[in-house]
């Protein structure tokens, strides 16, 4: 409807998995005249739409939440909802979509750094297993919905998929398969998939070694990816940030 | 099930007695899991009320309940029959297949694909309704698929060759597939074949010999 719902959104991160439950009425502004910017006012309403959908699904799953828990959820009155959203669909997509823009911008970025070009796919990887970590319980809710948002939904994740196989092909010079970046990508996303919906999101980053090597098998063949495998557990041991924080007993 | 028999034929019409009642209890059942697919396929699992299923499946909610206790019931129910209805397509392209191993496992994957294709609704079910409705499932099935897999490949005898992890390559398979499903494509699933023998082979064979196969079905 209008031009607010066809912006580009980065998620609030101000959100991870541990204020997860955080009250959403202290992201607002303040009241009465303010003098702020409209477009400041209008981001920070969007904002709260956004993580105020995922809170509610988590809560009660996406087809018993409706419009009006959300607005409530952001403490946003409901023609502001109707102004940045047309329906509930849109906005839970919208969210999603931010998400997935906020782990394709941090993937993407470890992706360019200068090096080889094993290398760069095994550092975009790790970084993705990171996000996947950090974000896990969000990542978990917004996998499960989404299978229930509607028909619309198959093939979102299908465009999804594919820019993250275009990643790939740039690496492939071995034209034997038509789908060789779906093959070689497929299994790492099921396995994530998999992981962060049965509650596991945390032990990704530690499995980047067989990942790397299991993404990489297509395209170099066992020797090939054997080595980014063997780099990926020496990068590791010499200390690499991984999730596999061990919790402090001392509180 | 314990019913008597004549639970059905309580307010049945005239023809109902002739009908044997176990024969129009399966029936039933089939009508009501063929309801649960198509108004699966059409509005997600979640949107598909009992109201839907027995309105498609011409049977009353009562009957409903005879069979199943709610709708996940019927759904997981829906989803073990047409594995068990895949594996029996399996087993017969391999009766029908020669004695080599490598035939056998293309005639397989070709008679899977071609099964698949020939059920949307189902497909659909399986791939793209199945991991949100009940994550847990996902896991059992894919041990049945390996174990079958690795059956035929007979990997006890030549377990060293195994390069890279059964369970990353059953999940190759799943998303390529899922990523045809989802974009409504299910009937160019069939020209998948190479793909599939690939993955199949990858973690037993190696990338050569896999390549190899897969080329065979071109």
Redesign the interface.
Known sequence: MTELSDQNDTFPLGAPDGDFAQDLHLWKLPRGRHGLPRELVEQSQRERLLAAVIRVTAAK???ASSVADILNKAGVGRETFYQHFKNKEKCFMAANDALIADLEVRAAEAYAQPGSWPERVRHGLAETLRWFAENSQVARVM?????????A???Y??RT??RFTALLDEGQDNP????LA??????????V??EV??GNGAKLPSMLP??T??LL??YL??EGAAAERDAAMSEQAAGEPTAERTPSISN | MTLEPKSLREGGGILTPSIPWDIAMRNQRERILLALAENCAEKTFVGTTIADIVGTASVSRATFYKHFANKTICFRAAADDFLAELQHTVKEARANADSSESDRIRSVAAALLDQLAAKPDWTKLLLVELPSVDPEIVPRYRRLIIDALERELDVAASSDSAVADPEIAFGRFKVLLTGYVAAGEVERLPALLPELVYIALLPYMGQDSALEQAQLTI
């Not at chain 1, 996998?143 to 028909?151: C, D, K, L």
């Not at chain 1, 034997?176 to 789908?179: D, E, I, Q, V």
């Open positions: 799953g996406y087809q996998m499960i919905e989404t299978g229930t948002v509607g028909t939904a198959g093939d994740f299908h998929f594919r034997t398969l038509p789908n779906s093959i070689a990508a497929g299994g790492i996303f099921a396995r998939y998999e919906t049965l067989q990942l090597f299991e098998l297509p063949g066992e």
